[in-house]
């Protein structure tokens, strides 16, 4: 196979494979590696390593793209470099190259991932675990996070009442939209009626919510 190269802006190496591109990877790389020498390649073995060398820097500088825009989790990275037409067996060594790095960092997204749903959305800690998961942290880093939260959910509760929900207490419809919604936010039956019962709001008819 035919291996050659063109120099673009920014430091760009394009490579292309018998007179097609491939892959765009940084000079630093390129012209640190074994292979911006060679002209051919008909080894299978060596062709094979090229292609995982050469692919897994294309994947890793797109995860560097990716994480420069917001932080992801290893599974999301994995995804979604996948899904923007990178091979999977070039994509999980460069995000592993990024986990080394410290780019990656599942416990720390987790960590940033559950102050945000607890600030901005008033969630609970039950909602907020499974959140994380969803996003592919395992559940022995969700449920340790979640353990680290420090508030009382109906205290929580009754603070949503207070404000984000305050405009659906004054009939009963509306109160039963707020309670549907901090059902969503993961809040229990018992502690959402503790917390209605604390600000004198009757929840008797609400069980079928």
């Known amino acids: 196979m035919k291996i ?24 630093e790389f390129w012209f640190s590696s074994p292979y911006c020498m060679k002209h051919n390649i008909e080894d299978e073995q060596e062709l094979a390593e090229f292609f995982l060398s050469v692919g897994s820097r294309f994947a ?24 923007k037409g990178h091979k999977k067996e070039y994509v999980i060594p460069a995000i592993d190259r990024l986990e080394e790095l410290g780019y990656v960092d599942d416990e720390r997204y987790a960590e940033n991932l559950a102050r945000k749903l ?29 353990e680290s939260l420090d508030f009382d959910p109906v205290l929580r509760i009754i603070e949503l009442l207070n404000t984000k929900y305050s405009r659906f207490l004054a009939d009963e419809k509306g109160r039963k939209k707020a309670v549907a919604s901090l059902q969503r936010l993961g809040y229990g039956w018992s502690d959402i009626n503790s917390a209605f019962r604390s600000i004198e709001l009757e929840t008797e008819d609400f069980d079928d919510v």
């Open 60 to 83: 890793f500088l797109a995860g560097l793209r990716l994480l420069s825009y917001s932080d992801h989790s290893k599974k999301e990275m994995i995804s979604k470099l996948v899904q």
């Open 118 to 146: 607890s600030e901005h959305k008033g969630m609970s800690a039950r909602g907020i675990k499974n959140e994380i998961i969803m996003k592919g942290i395992s559940r022995e880093i969700a449920e340790n996070i979640c």
């Open 4 to 27: 050659s190269y063109s120099i673009g802006k920014q430091n760009k190496i394009h490579i292309s494979c018998d007179d097609e591109y491939r892959f765009t990877v940084d000079s």
